[in-house]
DNA sequence: CAATATCCTAGCAAATTGGTAGGATTTATA
DNA sequence: TATAAATCCTACCAATTTGCTAGGATATTG
């Protein structure tokens, strides 16, 4: 029941962006620096969180990445399901097309998972990068 | 965030023996044609079972494995945390001995994981095999 | 003693994980 | 207009984990 470092490190990478205030992209030189995190295993984890429509890239000099929306809308569910794919404790209980399975009739293991699976989803589905950003705050006033 | 099949052949096997009512151990061999599990791999399911005290055995003819507890005592968490070990979504708030981290103070990904780990403790920790027999029983009677 | 079980040790193929290497392309700036 | 700074893209790969199977040793019943 492990998360992967994709998902572990692209939260991170994630608010690592978010955290950055100055309007400026972000380079993945400066997030590796800062989170211990390759440059080149970073580049992979862009990829999808692109392509989701999470973050946006400036190319060439002074370029980087920058979050597409605020920091309000993202929520590590958003994160998390793009880098790891649906959450599905699971197959024949995945979010987006459970595998079929000639026992899921009279299958009660299979409620269980399911609840596992929603109490997971709630959590993820109900922090946003925002709430982590003033979460990192707090822990820093000391 | 998968559980591998040892947990859910593990669990399946488990409810098996739970639901037999004879008071006679239940053998391998029913259960593997009972679940599609082979037997040589339900075995290796059942040595760190009864190592935990869920299940005790009964060598030889007519032998087979039974619940050391009644059903009410033995929770989904038992059976999860034994075969695949402590709860957590990521090494650093792992239920027994989190992993060090030099970055712990001050992560705030880490209270993400945590309230994750703990949500899926209280689902498996909430349900017993007592529950899932009651379960079984409702979905059998249409 | 034969049949039926659990117990035990090993091994192993396939998939997944967690990366690295090396270059192509784009863009700001001196 | 070079040059440096970035993202983008393709490929590959070693280590680990997963999901088993094989083959026999041991215990118990009838």
New interface residues.
């Given amino acids: ?3 992967s470092t994709r ?2 490190y692209g ?2 990478a994630m ?1 690592d962006i978010a955290i950055d205030q100055s309007d400026e992209p972000v380079t993945l030189a400066s997030i590796s620096e800062r989170q ?1 995190v390759s440059i080149g295993y970073l580049e992979q984890l862009m990829v999808p969180l692109k392509k989701e429509g999470l973050i946006r890239s400036v190319r060439g000099a002074q370029g980087g990445y920058l979050l597409s929306r605020v920091p309000e809308n993202i929520t ?1 569910g958003d994160i998390i399901r793009t880098l ?1 794919g649906p ?5 024949c209980v995945s979010e987006d097309y459970p595998e079929e399975c000639d ?1 899921a ?2 299958c ?2 299979r ?3 399911a ?2 699976r929603d ?2 989803a ?3 589905d109900s ?1 946003t990068l925002h709430d ?1 950003i003033e ?2 705050r707090k ?2 006033d000391r």
Same sequence: chains 1, 2.
């Fill in positions: 029941m492990r998360l998902g572990r939260l991170r608010l211990g590590v790891e959450i599905a404790p699971v197959a026992r009739e009279g009660v293991t409620l269980v998972w609840k596992v109490s997971i709630e959590v993820l922090l982590l979460e990192t822990s820093s």
